[in-house]
């Protein structure tokens, strides 16, 4: 079956380690996007992509960066991680805009120290 | 710019109960709507979702109308279970940008 694995699942680091995030999906799905949720704020949207090489920023977009080198995969890089980041990460895809209906992966909780 | 807004919670029901969760959108255009559902420890999945104004969605019991004259899109159920325990996303999709933009999330207990 399709699917959408995020790694790792849990991760600790130290302020200031750059961190990445990996979202890799089957579908072979146009559209990628990575939100984080917060308690209080819901899902904020950090990046998203339209396609290969295309890669544009959402509403809370510091501090961290996207590269979409294929289909299947988009990396969330965390340049230097600030205590500010700790969150539970979600990356979604879909086929493309039309559709809308997003699928999600299970979520990466980024701990930073 | 677009924006979603939810009832707070959390909100604790009894088995059997009904079910209202009230979401409010402020949009240019005509987005599509959805719910999105939340289980613990699990990413979101789409419960239902509604393209126009006067659709109707549902899913697994639920059912939200799409009402552009109020700008709500309130979810419905019931009777609830303990099962539908989770936490709940109203969501709206930005037709000219394609970004999918969520209300802040409600925490739904249900009791036996």
């Known amino acids: 079956d399709a699917e959408i694995t995020q790694s790792p699942r849990h991760k600790i680091t130290e302020t200031g380690r750059q961190v990445t995030l990996a979202c890799h999906q089957t579908w072979n799905h146009n559209n990628m996007f990575w939100y984080r949720q917060d308690l209080g704020h819901g899902l904020r949207l950090i990046h998203y992509?339209?396609?290969?090489?295309?890669?544009n920023k959402g509403e809370v977009s510091d501090g961290y960066s996207v590269s979409r080198s294929n289909t299947e995969d988009l990396p969330l890089t965390l340049e230097s991680a600030a205590s500010s980041q700790t969150s539970v990460y979600f990356c979604a895809s879909r086929k493309d805009s039309r559709t809308g209906e997003l699928f999600f992966g299970e979520g990466s909780r980024l701990t930073v120290l | 710019g677009d924006s979603v807004t939810q009832m707070e919670g959390p909100v604790t029901l009894s088995e059997e109960a009904f079910l209202t969760i009230n979401c409010t959108y402020t949009a240019t255009g005509y987005p599509s709507l959805f719910w999105y559902v939340q289980y613990p420890g699990e990413g979101l999945q789409l419960l239902l979702k509604a393209t126009k104004a006067d659709d109707k969605g549902s899913n697994k019991g639920f059912e939200a109308t799409y009402r552009k004259e109020t700008t709500s899109f309130h979810l419905e159920k019931g009777s609830v279970q303990v099962s539908d325990s989770a936490v709940y996303f109203c969501?709206?999709?930005?037709?000219?940008?394609?970004?999918?933009?969520f209300g802040q999330g409600t925490t739904l207990q249900v009791k036996p």
């Open positions: 969501a709206l999709s930005d037709r000219s940008t394609g970004k999918l933009i």
């Open positions: 992509s339209y396609g290969v090489q295309d890669t």
